[in-house]
């Protein structure tokens, strides 16, 4: 159990074009799902934290109105890289948590990477 | 926030050697402590977790082992084979839900 899936795995787009990424949870409602951004051989940056039926919560430092997060169920989130330049390119990870899972773990979907040119 | 750091960055070892990678975190309020592995190219796979009443916790042979008072806590991957080589990510996480990860630390088996 707990499937996190995104779609899709990989996308190569032209810079000034609009990419949107899906996540979702193929067995469980997630209330909570996360997006995270991951450069070559570093760490997952959080990005924002969405919410079911609410607007996402950014981290400092990352343009809401550049990664636009829909969550409109509660087995759906999206991000969408709007008007993508070379910069953007990266992996993009989403989590996601079930409602009463244990300890509240998160469980990763297997990513998307984002190549602008 | 939660500063997590691990070490070390890279790590190779022998088949058949054990391997430990060590994090440290700032925040005593930190109570769930996971451990993911990500290979090339996907996402993180949570291997283990340990809570903070917990001291211990072994699954074959991987084991993470948590000390609250200095707070730290430690991967530890015993009899390792070639495909434990991956970048493996420590994670501490208070109540709220927000995980702060470590820096990775990529493990090579040599055969």
């Known amino acids: 159990g707990a499937v996190v899936s995104q779609h899709p795995s990989w996308v190569i787009c032209k810079s000034g074009t609009s990419v949107k990424i899906e996540c979702r949870s193929l067995?469980?409602?997630?209330?909570?799902m996360f997006w995270y951004r991951q450069f070559p051989k570093q760490s997952l940056m959080l990005m924002a934290t969405?919410?079911?039926?609410?607007?996402?919560?950014?981290e400092q430092g990352v343009e809401k109105d550049k990664f636009l997060i829909n969550h409109a169920s509660l087995t759906l989130s999206t991000l969408t890289v709007t008007s993508a330049h070379p910069e953007d390119s990266s992996f993009y990870i989403c989590?996601?948590?079930?409602?009463?899972?244990?300890?509240?773990?998160?469980?990763f979907g297997p990513g998307t990477r984002l190549t602008v040119l | 926030g939660e500063n997590v750091e691990q070490h070390p960055s890279t790590l190779s070892v022998q088949e058949g050697d054990s391997a430990v990678i060590k994090c440290t975190y700032s925040?005593?309020?930190?109570?769930?402590f996971p451990w993911y592995k990500q290979e090339l190219g996907k996402g993180p796979q949570l291997i283990i977790d340990i809570r903070s009443n917990v001291g211990e916790k072994k699954d074959q042979r991987i084991a993470v082992t948590l000390n609250k008072t200095a707070k730290h806590f430690s991967l530890h991957i015993t009899e390792t084979q070639p495909e434990d080589s991956a970048v493996y990510f420590c994670a501490a996480r208070r109540t709220g839900n927000q995980f702060y990860f470590g820096t990775g630390t990529s493990l090579t088996v040599i055969p």
């Open positions: 925040d005593s309020a930190s109570n769930y």
């Open positions: 969405s919410n079911e039926g609410s607007k996402a919560t950014y």
């Open positions: 067995d469980f409602q997630a209330t909570t």
């Open positions: 989590s996601a948590t079930p409602p009463s899972g244990r300890y509240n773990e998160q469980f």
